[in-house]
């Protein structure tokens, strides 16, 4: 990415302003002053649409360029059946995209010289530093170990190339966790994500615990708490409050509700989640957000690391964040375990994709607008986002829907995101 100079970041100080918020029944728009209403109702009707048509439930949708704030708008309701109206400020499970935040933490401690991207980890646990890999399984059944061939890096956990792997798309880790009686990720134990690698680490691409790992690592250089050290670090700085691993009961009460797609494509409101303290903060998928915090943080990664006047990475850090580290390896696709949970992945099919530190990345232009260089994630309950540093643009989209990678669901993303570079060129 390229970082904006100081004396460009001045001449934007004040530069953006926002119209007044309008709402109008189950609609709530915001954007940016330079953006048309004419231009501003393309993407409103893009988003409009889908929840008209029942598609999905509800939808936040945000957009900021390096201007500022160029675009938000809610439409539809929490929870289908019973409301209340989706507002700017609904309460989501971000799921993966906590990945993200981690491994800027992760960065933030590379930069303080208390983590090595290249170096073994440090020795905080047997699954890290003495990993064995699955080879497979003999006649009785009995999973098949032996010692991995080379040390596990940050950049192997950041990367998604250490060989860790998730139940919910790998088979054989799924056979492992039925043979081995090892606890669901589910409960919040340490010795779930103690499980071993599927292939040698550098080797190939899953996705899977490595920035479960990461946060594990982030704890014990820091010393504190991954809830405490995001909140310190990232959250307060940023003035994210809307955004940690346990929800207020105000919070709470702006909380859209997952809904499941039905094999007849309806979709079906699930009760809220129990809270429970688990034995660790994941570094990898249980945080609440807003969509405006989240946005925050993106801005912050959109500005090379900095936002209204808060630095929480190098410039320097921040670019090489957005650069390939997985070479030739191909990454991106995932195939299903659990279609309740997830459909397959192929988010850009036929493409090369590859992974940054933290994150995807296009290797070519997207089908929608998003350039060569673009980094993107989501979570599982169909949340998402993009940054693309090329055109100076990063935009979310936020439901609460599974499986991940839902068809309808990834329609409207790309669908709004085509429709926010169209509106940007007609600015």
């Known amino acids: 990415m390229t970082p904006t100079s100081p004396s460009r970041r001045d001449l934007l100080k004040g530069a953006v302003a926002i119209t007044a918020a309008t709402a109008v029944g189950n609609v709530t728009r915001r954007a940016h002053a330079q953006t048309a209403p004419a231009s501003r109702a393309r993407i409103d009707s893009v988003l409009k649409q889908a929840v008209d048509a029942k598609e999905v439930p509800g939808v936040v949708a945000m957009v900021a360029t390096d201007k500022g704030l160029f675009y938000e708008g809610a439409f539809g309701v929490r929870e289908l059946g019973r409301g209340p109206d989706m507002t700017l400020d609904s309460v989501f499970r971000i799921a993966s995209m906590t990945k993200a935040i981690t491994s800027v933490a992760a960065m933030q ?17 047997p699954a890290l530093s003495s990993p064995q890999v699955l080879e497979g399984f003999d006649a009785s059944g009995t999973p098949k170990l032996r010692p991995a061939k080379r040390p596990i890096t940050l950049r192997h956990l950041l990367t998604h190339t250490a060989g860790f792997s998730y139940e919910i798309w790998d088979a054989n880790m799924v056979r492992y966790v039925k043979a081995s009686g090892m606890p669901s990720t589910a409960t919040g134990k340490v010795a779930s994500i103690r499980m071993p690698l599927v292939f040698d680490p550098g080797d190939k691409w899953e996705y899977g615990v490595n920035i479960d790992w990461v946060g594990r690592l982030i704890e014990s250089a820091s010393g504190q708490t991954l809830d405490a050290y995001f909140r310190d670090k990232i959250f307060a700085p940023l003035g994210m409050k809307d955004s940690g691993y346990v929800t207020s009961e105000e919070q709470r009460a702006r909380q859209a509700r997952v809904h499941q797609r039905q094999a007849d494509g309806a979709l079906a409101p699930q009760p809220l989640e129990t809270p429970f303290t688990p034995e660790f903060w994941s570094g990898g998928g249980p945080l609440y957000s807003t969509g405006r915090d989240y946005l925050t943080f993106l801005q912050a990664l959109l500005h090379g690391g900095s936002h209204n006047g808060t630095r929480i990475l190098k410039p320097e850090t921040v670019a090489l964040m957005g650069k390939n580290h997985t070479g030739a390896i191909p990454a991106g696709i995932m195939k299903t375990t659990t279609p309740a949970r ?16 933290g994150y995807m990345l296009n290797m070519e232009p997207g089908p929608n607008g998003r350039s060569a260089g673009t980094v993107s994630w989501g979570g599982i309950f169909n949340t998402y986002y993009w940054l693309d540093p090329a055109k100076r643009v990063t935009g979310l989209i936020m439901t609460q829907i599974l499986p991940f990678a839902d068809t309808k669901t990834l329609k409207l993303y790309g669908q709004f995101e085509r429709s926010v570079y169209e509106t940007l060129k007609a600015v």
């Open 342 to 357: 997830s459909n397959d992945v192929d988010l850009f099919p036929g493409a090369p994709i590859r992974w940054g530190l």
């Open 109 to 125: 401690l590379v930069e303080q010289g208390k983590l090595k991207l290249e170096e073994p980890v440090p020795n905080i646990d």
